[in-house]
T-cell receptor, first 113, second 118 residues
Framework: NAGVTQTPKFRVLKTGQSMTLLCAQD?????MYWYRQDPGMGLRLIHY???????AKGEVPDGYNVSRLKKQNFLLGLESAAPSQTSVYFC????????????FGQGTRLTVV | AQSVAQPEDQVNVAEGNPLTVKCTYS??????LFWYVQYPNRGLQFLLK??????LVKGSYGFEAEFNKSQTSFHLKKPSALVSDSALYFC????????????????FGSGTRLQVQP
């Protein structure tokens, strides 16, 4: 019962470096999401996908890119990291039904120095 | 656009006392509403949801929530708080239908930290 798995769990980047966060789910869910969590701001949606090969912008997409080449994987990329991207990133997935709950990964704590 | 408000950053309650964590929402049509809990350094865990029917829904760990359509609220409650309930709680809303692709995501409130004192 892996559920939603995020890799890596922790990372420190220097300003300007790039990296990719991987989210994998084994529940055959159609919808996948990337959120960032910052103190006092709750979870804000970065990008999301409603199916393999599709992506869409969320509330705070600037500075991030995503890809969903396989249904089970949703990648979040930072091309040129900035200190403002220091945050905890959560991936979530859920079935193609609006009345279902989302399942979350354990999070990735990213620090950009 | 849909939105969720959690007016209290923190709620303090003594162990054994009832607790309430407030949530109000704004969405077109009849919403689907959710509560999640987050323990330190962990992901979000689903507690309960309102889809339709009885306005009082029961969930995990003895929590329940009351849906009030006229007040657009979905407050989380528990009759007797435990120290182990101390955590960060999030309310979320999902639109009732798929609609266009821009409306398919869960929208979260800013979170309420619950502190239960022994």
């Amino acid at each position: 019962n892996a559920g939603v798995t995020q890799t890596p769990k922790f990372r420190v980047l220097k300003t300007g470096q790039s990296m990719t966060l991987l989210c994998a789910q084994d529940m055959n869910h159609e919808y996948m999401y990337w959120y960032r969590q910052d103190p006092g701001m709750g979870l804000r949606l970065i990008h999301y996908s409603v199916g393999e090969g599709t992506t869409a912008k969320g509330e705070v997409p600037d500075g991030y890119n995503v890809s969903r080449l396989k249904k089970q994987n949703f990648l979040l990329g930072l091309e040129s990291a900035a200190p403002s991207q220091t945050s905890v990133y959560f991936c979530a997935s859920r079935p193609d039904r609006m009345n279902t709950e989302a399942f979350f990964g354990q999070g990735t704590r990213l620090t950009v120095v | 656009a849909q939105s969720v408000a959690q007016p209290e950053d923190q709620v303090n309650v003594a162990e054994g006392n009832p607790l309430t964590v407030k949530c109000t929402y704004s969405v077109s049509g009849n919403p689907y509403l959710f509560w999640y809990v987050q323990y330190p350094n962990r992901g979000l865990q689903f507690l309960l949801k309102y889809i339709t029917g009885d306005n009082l829904v029961k969930g995990s760990y003895g929590f329940e929530a009351e849906f009030n359509k006229s007040q657009t609220s979905f407050h989380l409650k528990k009759p007797s708080a435990l120290v182990s309930d101390s955590a960060l709680y999030f309310c979320a809303v999902s639109p009732p239908r798929r609609g266009d692709t821009g409306r398919r995501a869960l929208t979260f409130g800013s979170g309420t930290r619950l502190q239960v004192q022994p």
